[in-house]
């Protein structure tokens, strides 16, 4: 049964259905859908895991879940129809033979099998050689990979091939949080639908970008994860250059997925290589020492939990990148991205050129830069600082720094914002594979990243202590110093 927005009902299949990611995320993002009547009345939830367990019993841990992760009051009328939708099935996924458990609860006659892996990318392989094996890898059924998509470009590879096997390009949908959130899509319709933005993004107009990822939060029990990982692998190879190529990309011909990809891949493959010779000098490592966030000391990254006091991995990187193409010949992209930082906060800063002649010296010696600031977290929304003459009659023009500030949940406060989990669940289960990200863009990510990485391997010094609770190592300062600049703090 297909809706009047001929969208098919999905069987959602979520394998780590117990695990972490559902728990935090996936569940408080198909119950904010379900509350805005976005899910197909047919649609299941099929949460598998491998723990004995039985639907009601499941039922119950995501009541629990949502009742300890979600911010807001539970509706009994959206919950009861949300639990209506679970089914739990246990399935070792180690054993093949357990994936006929679902073929005898997924309906792919009348619903689209969407698979999600919410599960460490070791088993993806497992998961796919499963449902061949079960028979569910039809042309309709679609797969859902998390990231990490491995840990360089070899690895990656291996993990796309694998799943390659068995699905095809157009099945899968690597998915990268950051994309589905408001203001990083309010990007497309920033610079290619105002006629102000769209004929000054350019080396033309535009002095240097910033582009800001930071949170307080430590690793948070994740130490043997994120120790083989560190930052660049943890955020920067995906996050932050995910939001880059949208900034950086060309006019795409239309909104469809392949349009975008294309001039995504572009600017990837534009990236001027670091390696040996300039990783100095245009990259800083960064490790965090013990401090205070919000007023509570905290411990240093050799301090947590299960720490191996030797080890040089980073958590925090900040680097110059510059895009060797003709929109941005001299313009530098300047990104930075840390834990146990001062606080949460995604944003990203335009700064525009200053004028070549300054009338207004009365009130400031040199006229600063505009700027137009988008924020993506924790508040979403849009300024524009810009220079306005204080109201006066006396006869002197003088001026004061203003902003022209939208903020998304209060200018649209009639509209909900969501987070980047709900778009993208429903973007998965609709079929729309635009905000996802295609194999060429992964691989061209990891293919730049790799000799960073390389680079660093063959330095002496280790990532450079910085407080908890402060902006990151001095480093990171000089390394936008040296071009005359400074961070938007």
């Known amino acids: 049964m297909t809706t009047a927005n001929n969208y098919k009902p999905c069987d959602l299949v979520i394998y780590g259905a117990l695990g972490d990611l559902t728990r935090r995320k996936l569940l408080i993002s198909l119950y904010k859908l379900d509350e805005s009547a976005l899910l197909e009345a047919d649609t299941r939830i099929i949460a598998v895991d491998r ?9 119950e ?17 959206v919950w009861e129809r949300l639990a209506k939708r679970f089914i739990y099935v246990q399935v070792d996924i180690t054993d093949l033979e357990q994936f006929k458990k679902l073929s005898k609860v ?21 998961i796919c050689k499963g449902l061949q094996k079960a028979k569910l890898n039809t042309k309709e059924s679609r ?9 360089d470009l070899a690895s990656s590879r291996v993990i796309n091939d694998t799943v390659a ?44 970008i910033q582009i800001t990822v930071a949170e307080d939060i430590g690793i948070e029990g994740r130490w043997e994860y994120f120790d083989k990982a560190g930052q660049m692998r943890d955020m920067l190879q995906n996050h932050l250059l995910q939001i880059l190529t949208f900034i950086a990309m060309e006019p795409p ?22 390696t040996d010779y300039n990783v100095e000098d245009r990259t800083v490592r960064g490790q965090y020492a013990k401090g205070y966030i919000k007023g509570q000391q905290v411990p240093g990254y050799l301090e947590e939990e299960g720490a191996n006091i030797s080890s040089t991995t980073e958590s925090f990187v900040a680097m110059r990148i510059d895009i060797d193409n003709w929109r941005w010949a001299g313009v530098p992209f300047y990104l930075r991205t840390g834990k146990r930082m001062s606080y949460k906060r995604t944003e990203i800063v335009i700064y525009f050129k200053q004028l070549p002649h300054n009338i207004f010296k009365d ?31 006396d006869g002197a023009i003088k001026l004061q720094q203003t ?66 609770g402060t902006w990151g190592p001095n480093a990171a300062d000089a390394l936008l110093a040296r071009d005359g600049r400074t961070w938007e703090d």
């Open 363 to 393: 009130s400031y010696r040199s006229l600063p830069a505009n700027k137009l600031i988008i924020h993506l977290q924790p508040r979403e929304g849009v300024e524009i600082e810009m220079l306005n003459k204080i109201p006066g009659i």
């Open 51 to 59: 723990m004995p367990q039985d639907t009601a019993g499941y039922i």
């Open 253 to 274: 011909v239309n909104l469809e997925a392949q349009s975008i990809h294309n001039e995504k891949i572009k600017v990837l493959q534009a990236l001027r290589p670091i």
């Open 403 to 468: 902003k022209l500030d939208l903020s998304f949940s209060e200018t649209f406060n009639n509209q909900r914002v969501f987070g980047g989990y709900e778009r993208l669940l429903l973007e998965a289960m609709r079929g729309n594979p635009t905000l996802f990200i295609s194999r060429e863009e992964t691989e061209q990510a990891w293919t730049w990243v790799d000799s960073i990485l390389r680079a660093w391997a063959k330095l002496s010094d280790k990532p450079r202590a910085y407080t908890a």
């Open 165 to 208: 096997e068995v699905f095809s390009e157009e099945q899968i949908y690597r998915i990268d949080h950051y994309l589905g959130k408001e203001t990083v899509l309010n990007l497309l319709a920033l610079r290619f639908a105002n006629s102000i933005f769209t004929t000054n993004w350019d080396h033309n107009a535009i002095d240097h």
């Open 106 to 126: 997924v309906d792919q006659k009348s619903r689209v099998m969407v698979n999600y892996l919410a599960i460490p990318p070791m088993l993806f392989s497992n």
């Open 61 to 77: 841990i995501a009541r629990k879940s949502l009742d300890e992760f979600f911010s807001e009051p539970l509706e009994a009328s």
């Open 143 to 151: 797969i859902v990979m998390e990231k990490p998509i491995g840990h």
